[in-house]
């Protein structure tokens, strides 16, 4: 269990995990591109997983101090929330562009802030967070190249999300260092069977190997166990805002690795998250101790 919080404001460093987190999971996400033409998008998602869950058993060994009575169902909801998240995000993806779709998935722990709020400055921070978004994907992308089943895709994943955060706070707090590990085993051997359904051996193709492993490290062993190291020690409204920098990460790495260009309109609601995120984290309380 993480030590007790005071009550002047948020500590720094679960802060600067999740943005760190946040730009690993970018940086992979443009390399995991390079995936799909291989394994399809199913297949990249169970090469991710699989691969990061493998280097954090090896370095965490989660077997060497399994926690005593500890319950399961926390557990297994992460796992299967990570699973899910990965799956239908990358599914969406095929369907509808990828503005949709990080709109879509943002309902998630936007929703997790809404509800988990107390105050009126609370909401503030999340509508806020939530126009950022909207500006940064941009008002014409949800009206062009998307289907029904992608929107559902997409909604999907925004309901893992959700399931990740509220469950990831759980396990992080009864296993320790081992959540991210176990959560990823149980994420890799729900999807495995996808995976392999569409690349068939492909999927253990030497050819594609390094680049997988690259995916995994930088988008799911890096982010995942900064993240769940920042849950317990953070209250979910001010995770689920933070993650809210998802979006203007990607736009930065976009520009960066991609030359992708931004708008005005898109730099205005980047300009919009990094204030809510801000925000939130300078008006919200500490947890007191469990």
């Given at each position: 269990m993480p030590p007790a919080a005071g009550a002047d404001g948020p500590r720094i460093l679960p802060l600067l995990s999740v943005i760190c987190a946040t730009a690993a999971f970018q940086v992979g996400a443009a390399l995991a591109k390079g995936l799909f033409p291989a394994v399809g998008p199913t297949g990249a998602a169970a090469l991710r997983l699989g691969l990061a869950a493998l280097l954090l058993l090896a370095l965490s060994r989660p077997w060497r101090a399994w926690p005593a009575g500890a319950p399961r169902l926390p557990l297994l909801g992460l796992g299967?929330?990570?699973?899910?998240?990965?799956?239908?995000?990358?599914?969406?993806?095929?369907?509808?562009?990828?503005?949709?779709?990080?709109?879509?998935?943002?309902?998630?722990?936007?929703?997790?802030?809404?509800?988990?709020?107390?105050?009126?400055?609370?909401?503030?921070?999340?509508?806020?967070?939530?126009?950022?978004?909207?500006?940064?994907?941009?008002?014409?992308?949800?009206?062009?190249g998307q289907d029904g089943l992608?929107?559902?895709?997409?909604?999907?994943?925004?309901?893992?999300?959700?399931?990740?955060?509220?469950?990831?706070?759980?396990?992080?707090?009864?296993?320790g260092r081992s959540a991210p590990a176990l959560g990823l085993t149980i994420a890799a051997l729900a999807v495995l069977p996808f995976g392999w359904a569409e690349a068939g051996a492909g999927l253990f193709s030497a050819e594609i190997l390094p680049l997988a492993l690259l995916v995994a490290l930088t988008a799911t062993a890096i982010p995942l166990s900064l993240e769940l190291y920042a849950l317990p020690r953070l209250p979910p409204r001010v995770f689920a805002v933070f993650t809210s920098l998802e979006p203007a990460f990607g736009v930065l790495f976009g520009f960066l690795m991609l030359n992708e260009r931004l708008s005005p309109g898109q730099l205005a609601g980047v300009g919009a998250v990094v204030l809510a995120a801000a925000g939130s984290a300078w008006t919200s309380r500490r947890l007191k101790a469990a």
């Amino acid at each position: 269990m993480p030590p007790a919080a005071g009550a002047d404001g948020p500590r720094i460093l679960p802060l600067l995990s999740v943005i760190c987190a946040t730009a690993a999971f970018q940086v992979g996400a443009a390399l995991a591109k390079g995936l799909f033409p291989a394994v399809g998008p199913t297949g990249a998602a169970a090469l991710r997983l699989g691969l990061a869950a493998l280097l954090l058993l090896a370095l965490s060994r989660p077997w060497r101090a399994w926690p005593a009575g500890a319950p399961r169902l926390p557990l297994l909801g992460l796992g299967l929330s990570l699973g899910g998240v990965m799956l239908l995000f990358y599914l969406a993806l095929t369907r509808a562009p990828l503005g949709v779709v990080i709109s879509l998935q943002f309902l998630g722990p936007l929703a997790i802030a809404l509800f988990d709020s107390r105050r009126a400055i609370d909401l503030l921070w999340a509508g806020l967070a939530g126009l950022g978004v909207w500006s940064i994907v941009g008002v014409t992308s949800a009206a062009a190249g998307q289907d029904g089943l992608g929107l559902l895709f997409g909604l999907g994943a925004a309901a893992c999300w959700a399931g990740y955060i509220l469950f990831g706070r759980l396990a992080s707090r009864d296993y320790g260092r081992s959540a991210p590990a176990l959560g990823l085993t149980i994420a890799a051997l729900a999807v495995l069977p996808f995976g392999w359904a569409e690349a068939g051996a492909g999927l253990f193709s030497a050819e594609i190997l390094p680049l997988a492993l690259l995916v995994a490290l930088t988008a799911t062993a890096i982010p995942l166990s900064l993240e769940l190291y920042a849950l317990p020690r953070l209250p979910p409204r001010v995770f689920a805002v933070f993650t809210s920098l998802e979006p203007a990460f990607g736009v930065l790495f976009g520009f960066l690795m991609l030359n992708e260009r931004l708008s005005p309109g898109q730099l205005a609601g980047v300009g919009a998250v990094v204030l809510a995120a801000a925000g939130s984290a300078w008006t919200s309380r500490r947890l007191k101790a469990a």
